[in-house]
């Protein structure tokens, strides 16, 4: 079965074609778009900058993903978009382009769950994801926890009560004069320097899941204040400590979550699961106890390789959501 997978929730605009066999899926061409230079002006994503590009944009980006997977138009077997969460004005771009190509076509059509997405893009470089698992879905927009159980089952375990984590190294990256997107600059700035030269806070020490990020922000904020913009090895120091801060956070919930809910296996996935120090740090204090996949760096931020993989998964169960679908910024997770 060959699906044409598109996404357009946030600043991608992207289209990709994937074949699927009984669950195994091959990723056979895909194309994004990334509006990167449109916001970075700003330091964060302009919600209508972001539409109109896509309206621009996403004929285009279909035609190339299927020029890229060598296959015709009359050759596909379904269609998945990214239906939410996301900002309502892009995933409208998306869900209306999906709806006229399923229409045109006489083919099904699956709307599915950003969130749920991410966590399915290990499944375009390994044969199968094993359940039940832990999925962390860290982002720009979302910091999320799940206990995956099925295929459109499962639960969510905790978030952000505040920020997400990509978010908050956006803005501190911004305040320190780096480039968007913060959390890549924060990683490249960090580089030599001392991840315990400043002592940042570690927001909800307790138990319970959830994460927060903003009080971080704040002392990262009030620190620049008090001793002035970092420059050269103190850039350096701050970076480090301040991703130490945010990796140690995101490490320290996964762990407990894991063990809460006896799970060996953790999948993650979102932008900021492209950064080395998390990946480095969860499979160190993970080791013994907690399979950790992580998806290429490339397959990490937004893709409709993903959209794709899942829908076909759906559409392989005979789903068709139709000319009903439509698109929905606040999207629950499937099942909560
Ligand atoms: O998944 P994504 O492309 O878009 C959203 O759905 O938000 O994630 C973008 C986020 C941004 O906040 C960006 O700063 C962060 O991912 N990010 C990183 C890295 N690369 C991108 N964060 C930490 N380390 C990185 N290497
Ligand atoms: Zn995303």
Same mark, same amino acid.
């Given at each position: 079965m060959l699906v044409l997978g598109i996404e357009s929730s946030c600043d991608e605009c992207a289209a990709a074609v994937v074949a699927c066999d009984s669950g195994a899926i091959r990723l056979l061409g895909q194309r994004i778009a990334s509006q990167i230079p449109i916001h970075a002006p700003y330091g964060g994503v302009v919600p209508e900058l972001a539409s109109r590009d896509h309206v621009r944009r996403i004929v285009q980006v279909i035609a190339e993903a299927l020029d890229r997977a060598g296959? *015709?138009?009359?050759?596909?077997?379904g269609f998945g978009v990214?239906?939410? +969460? !996301?900002?309502i004005g892009s995933l409208l771009i998306g869900v209306s382009a999906a709806k006229a190509l399923a229409y045109s076509s006489a083919k099904p059509l699956v709307g599915v769950n950003h969130l749920e997405a991410h966590l399915h893009a290990v499944r375009l470089e390994r044969a199968a994801l094993d359940l039940p698992c832990l999925g962390l879905v860290v982002s720009g927009g979302h910091t999320s926890l799940f206990e995956l159980q099925g295929l459109g089952r499962g639960q969510i375990l905790g978030r952000t009560r505040d920020d997400a984590a990509g978010e908050a190294l956006d803005k501190v990256a911004k305040l320190l004069g780096l480039p968007y997107p913060g959390g890549l600059a924060i990683e490249r700035a960090a580089r *030599?320097?001392?991840?315990?030269?400043i002592r940042f806070p570690r927001p909800? +020490? !307790?138990?319970?899941l959830d994460f927060s990020f903003s009080g971080l922000k704040t002392a990262a904020a009030l620190h620049v204040k008090r001793e002035g913009l970092p420059q050269g090895p103190g850039l350096a120091d701050f970076a480090a400590s301040f991703q130490e801060a945010i990796v140690d956070s995101l490490v320290r919930k996964t762990l407990l979550a894991a063990r809460k809910r006896r799970l060996a296996r953790v999948v993650v996935a979102g932008g900021v699961a492209a950064n080395l120090r998390l990946r480095e740090e969860l499979e160190r204090r993970g080791a013994g106890e907690i399979e950790c996949l992580f998806p290429s760096v490339a397959l990490c931020t937004d893709n409709a390789a993903m959209v794709a993989a899942l829908a076909a998964s759906y559409l392989e169960q005979g789903r068709d959501d139709g000319l009903a679908l439509d698109a929905d910024a606040m999207l629950p997770w499937p099942g909560d």
């Open positions: 296959v *015709g138009l009359r050759r596909i077997d990214t239906a939410g +969460p !996301g900002l *030599g320097g001392d991840p315990a030269a909800l +020490p !307790g138990r319970q």
